[in-house]
């Protein structure tokens, strides 16, 4: 039988530490949610979860101190989308085709977490739909803190909202769940940072956990940390100076090559394996470790961020060609496709492992100078006509002339597990109907004036399947059923591509209060409330002296 599905919508967007435009927002994502997609597309149906990935989403004092500064930005983003539902809703209802009565906003802000300035939000439609929530953050920046990061939120969702659900035929039929689980995240910047961006996914894997590691662990199992790993190596993708352009000389692309071959066998990057030592543990309690990690076995993932994956490893030359817009173009931004980072990193099986992403039709998301010099615009003759894109005036812009245009900002999703069918499991393997996550849409915004990024956004069809149904199930031993089962064991819920850093946990706390002391001396040196804070305590320090003189 066919599984019922959650219509999710996950849209990311590097925030460049600047609060929206609600307006101009609540426009876009009016047009987002309304987006024909693949095959019927979706109408003014509003989606049952919406994921907001952020990056950069506020400047770095408020970020390290915490949630309180941050309220504000979140509460632009909570506004701009039950705007834009709130408008989908009143057009269906002039054409009849809403089902939805109720009053008040359409989507309530179920969490909010943040790791540094990276952030992550979930809407829901129905908050009752969600059951249970989990958190997990690690840090890659300087020392792991989150100046570079990612944060997850695990939950599990429920089909029924009360006896009248129409999915519940009768009041003994038990409600259906799925865990879903989202990861946001802001890897290593730079053209020339493609291993530390790999690094940082594997610090992803193995960090990225929604538990300590030291308290699901039977006592005395805890591995001990390595003296190696005690020095908390670099994650933080900062590349300390940017490579030599590459040239023609023949010794220096021998180097090259014998560099990228190093690093393709693992011997090329101090952070090309983790640093742990969990080698005595067995291998249930391996498995108890990987539950608690993104790739717990009976959970969905999706991943959202500015991955940074470019086009090239080195920074553009003079008189560069940039990727066009226009479909005759020679230098369409299709062409350009073929040199994403991303894609070649994934197939590589170096990166994203096991991870799908649905095709891309838009054009590079990164990096884009807002309001250039009079006359330098791409778009100017659109400006000039006062063209409106969603209703709203186009924004002039170019590509930045010192870094290739590529497609940083990204989505991507772990499909259901190849053992999952429709069909009866007393039928071949090979035989069975498989059970997918049907993209609906993928697709960009346009260019806001606030960012030199433009925000991706996706949306899916997410079948409803619990723990059995996600379990690996046992194969028989036919030649044909064990072909499959070594086909299964490529999928990362079978196999983790790296193993659990059981002391990530607590290095991110340790972290954690080193943010806390950064935030709050750039909060007094580098913001206006900082500054008055000083003037105040040192009016009051005069004043005190003055007082005491006259006693």
Known sequence: MTPSTIDLFILTFNCAKNLINVAVWAAHLKAALSAQGVGKGNGNALPDVVVFSLQEVAPLAYSFIGPYFLNTYYARYAEALNLAAGQLLEEADEYGTSSDGAGGDPYTLIRAKNVGMTAILLFARDPSKIQQIEEAECGFGAADMGNKGAVGLRVTWSDVVDGNDDRITTTTERPKTTELTFVATHLAAMEWNLRKRNANWRSIVSGLTFANPRDVLPPGEFPSQSRAARSTPDRSGAGGTAPMARTQDSSSAEADDNADLAYANGDGDSDAQPLLDNRRLSTSHK?????????????????????????????????????????????????????????????????????????????????????????????????????????????????????????????????????????????????????????????????????????????????????????????????DEREVEEEWKKDPRVSMPVAVDVHAWERRAAARTKEVMVGWTAFIWSTKEGALVLATLLVMGVGSWWLSRGW
């Open 287 to 479: 498995s108890t470790l990987q539950q608690i990690s993104i790739f717990r076995s009976t959970s969905h993932l999706f991943l959202a961020g500015d991955l940074n994956y470019r086009i090239d490893t080195t920074t553009p030359p003079p008189l560069a060609t940039y990727p066009s817009f226009d479909p005759s173009s020679g230098n369409h931004f299709s062409h350009f496709l073929a040199r994403d980072q991303l894609t070649q990193e994934r197939e590589a099986g170096r990166t994203m492992h096991g991870l799908s992403e649905a095709p891309i039709t838009f054009g590079p998301t990164y990096k884009y100078d807002v309001h250039p010099v009079k006359g330098e615009a791409t778009n100017e003759e659109a400006v000039k006509r006062g063209d409106k894109v969603n209703g709203v005036p186009e924004v002039p812009w170019r590509f930045a002339s010192h870094r290739w245009p590529g497609w940083c900002d990204r989505v991507l999703y772990l499909d259901v597990p190849p053992w999952v069918s429709t069909t009866e499991p007393e039928q071949p393997a090979a035989e069975r109907e498989k059970v997918k996550v049907e993209v609906e849409v993928y697709d960009s915004l346009p260019v806001v004036e606030t960012s030199d990024h433009r925000p991706v956004f996706f949306r899916a069809k997410v079948p409803v399947l619990g723990e059995e149904a996600m379990r690996l199930p046992s194969v028989s031993e036919g030649e």
